[in-house]
Nanobody
Framework: VQLQASGGGLVQAGDSLRLSCAVS????????MGWFRQAPGKEREFVAS????????YYGDSVKGRFTISRASAKNTVYLQMNSLKPEDTAVYYC?????????????????WGQGTQVTVSS
């Protein structure tokens, strides 16, 4: 399984941005997908996850109500819609996948990672 994240950029506070993560390989529906982020000097932080087969979603406290994770099985792609962005959302965002996962929130629980995409929010 290979993951390719895209969609990052430089935006102003209050703007929106949508990240995409294209997944290669078969059986996309059997993977739980997650988004993490890592700011300079900080640990990798859980952002959101969506269970396999388009099931339940789960969000980190800092993004609840602002970010939405979704998946498009026909395109083997998972999305992260980010609204009302804040400067503290600035980080490199990574998508991750785990086979048969149940919305884990720890980085070590994911088996596959994308290369990351930079999101910078100016004040």
């Amino acid at each position: 399984v290979q993951l390719q994240a895209s969609g990052g950029g430089l935006v102003q506070a209050g703007d929106s941005l949508r990240l995409s993560c294209a997944v290669s390989g078969r059986a996309f529906s059997t993977y739980t997908m997650g988004w993490f982020r890592q700011a300079p000097g900080k640990e990798r932080e859980f952002v959101a996850s969506i269970r396999r087969n388009g099931g339940s979603t789960y969000y980190g406290d800092s993004v609840k109500g602002r970010f939405t994770i979704s998946r498009a099985s026909a395109k083997n792609t998972v999305y992260l819609q980010m609204n009302s962005l804040k400067p503290e959302d600035t980080a490199v965002y990574y998508c991750a996948a785990v086979l048969f996962g149940d919305n884990p929130t720890a980085p070590q629980d994911y088996s596959y990672w994308g290369q990351g995409t930079q999101v910078t929010v100016s004040s």
